[in-house]
């Protein structure tokens, strides 16, 4: 996740290799980011502030190339637990809605059958993609202003579908990944997505933030 400057090379320069041992330190410092994030979010109100502080650290990362110091994240993680607990339960509560829907169409309770129950799914995709944005954009603002972030993310919508189709796939085969793997791993997968995220999400250029 090192950032590469393009100052200076030419068109001829080929990307420096990255040794095995910085692949896996990367690697480490993610599924150790991922437990922190899953343990921090157990009490639920709190689930908002952890991924905020999570993309905020990635956010440092891909953009300095280093993460930031422990202090930092938990002064992060500590100024986003008021204004992220009325997230942490719109979350929920959004989340709890679609998997009550999916599950009385699955089971023939409602009617539409599979086309109607295909149209839900894809809804969920598209709020999926759209709840990923404002979680890198929440990052980008150094883990805090959850509604400026909001209407960024809308913005990017608007602007690239590409990109929030993209972000979307992520949080879907996350979901998928989250169900076939063990429970023990899901911790671990959490700071892979954030990664992910973050890096489809710079392939797009969103709107300007100031200082974290």
């Keep these: 996740m090192r950032p590469h400057p393009d100052a200076g090379s030419g068109p001829d320069d080929a990307p420096a290799r990255r040794d095995w041992r910085e692949v896996l330190t990367d690697a480490t410092d ?22 905020a502080a999570a993309s905020a650290a990635v956010h440092d990362r891909y953009s300095t190339g280093s993460w930031p110091p422990a202090r930092q994240n938990l002064t992060r993680y500590g100024r ?3 204004p992220g607990a009325g997230v942490s339960l719109l ?15 699955a089971g023939g309770r409602v009617p539409g059958g599979a086309p109607l129950l295909l149209v839900t799914v894809g809804v969920a995709a598209a ?3 759209y709840a990923a944005l404002v ?37 879907v085969v996350a979901a998928l990944l989250a169900v076939m793997v063990t429970p023990v791993a899901v911790p671990i997968l959490a700071g892979y997505v954030v990664a992910a995220l973050h890096a489809v999400a710079r392939r797009t250029v969103l709107s300007p933030v100031g200082q974290s």
């Design 30 to 51: 993610l599924a150790v980011l991922g437990i922190a994030l899953t343990l921090a979010a157990l009490p639920v109100v709190t689930a908002a502030a952890s991924v």
């Design 80 to 82: 986003a637990l008021l």
């Design 91 to 105: 979350a929920v509560a959004a989340l709890w809605l679609l998997a009550v829907d999916v599950a009385a169409l």
């Design 127 to 129: 709020l999926a993609g």
């Design 135 to 171: 979680v890198v954009e929440v990052g980008r603002r150094g883990g805090r202003g959850w509604r400026a972030a909001a209407r960024a993310a809308a913005d990017a919508c608007r602007a690239r579908p590409g990109t929030w189709a993209a972000v979307g796939g992520v949080g």
